[in-house]
């Protein structure tokens, strides 16, 4: 992290020095101000975008979700009304999950039935989190 911010100090005195230099030359007699302005927020920019890449590294996402059967098979619960489950975990209402699932909702609403009975829950959103905890979601 030092190594980093006495870099940075050590661009930013060379930059400084630079436009001393370059206010005496006739570069900056030809051109205007602004050309000069933008072409040190470029390279400001270019700094920033590698100082931040240094500093905080992308880390790969390689977890993959492993579904909790063991927990499944001992509450009983079929794949139909996981896939339930799942549909309202991303927030589905009865009519949409019984459109995506080609049922009608009816059934929807007896799968969801038995789930809070499997699931000891009272609520939708009790049922999504037990199921979270046992991990038979995600």
Same mark, same amino acid.
């Given at each position: 992290?030092?190594?980093?911010?006495?870099? *940075?100090?050590?661009?930013?005195?060379?930059?400084?020095?630079?436009?001393?230099?370059?206010? *005496?030359?006739?570069?900056?007699?030809?051109?205007?101000?602004?050309? *000069?302005?933008?072409?040190?927020?470029?390279?400001? @920019?270019?700094?920033?975008?590698?100082?931040? %890449?240094?500093?905080?590294?992308?880390?790969?996402?390689?977890?993959?979700?492993?579904?909790?059967?063991?927990?499944?098979?001992?509450?009983?619960?079929?794949?139909?009304?996981?896939?339930?489950?799942? @549909? @309202?975990?991303?927030?589905?209402s009865n009519k949409e999950i019984a459109k995506q699932l080609d049922v009608s909702p009816? %059934?929807?609403?007896?799968?969801?039935?038995?789930? *809070?009975?499997?699931?000891?829950?009272?609520?939708?959103?009790?049922?999504? @989190?037990?199921a979270r905890e046992l991990g038979m979601i995600r």
């Amino acid at each position: 992290m030092l190594r980093v911010v006495v870099v *940075y100090g050590v661009v930013l005195a060379a930059g400084a020095l630079g436009l001393q230099w370059l206010q *005496y030359r006739y570069l900056v007699r030809a051109y205007p101000i602004e050309i *000069y302005v933008a072409l040190v927020a470029l390279a400001f @920019l270019g700094l920033g975008v590698w100082v931040g %890449t240094k500093l905080f590294p992308r880390t790969p996402v390689t977890t993959r979700f492993e579904p909790n059967i063991a927990a499944r098979a001992t509450l009983g619960i079929s794949d139909r009304e996981i896939e339930v489950l799942e @549909l @309202l975990a991303a927030g589905r209402s009865n009519k949409e999950i019984a459109k995506q699932l080609d049922v009608s909702p009816n %059934t929807v609403k007896t799968h969801v039935a038995r789930l *809070y009975d499997k699931l000891e829950a009272k609520r939708r959103t009790e049922a999504i @989190l037990k199921a979270r905890e046992l991990g038979m979601i995600r």
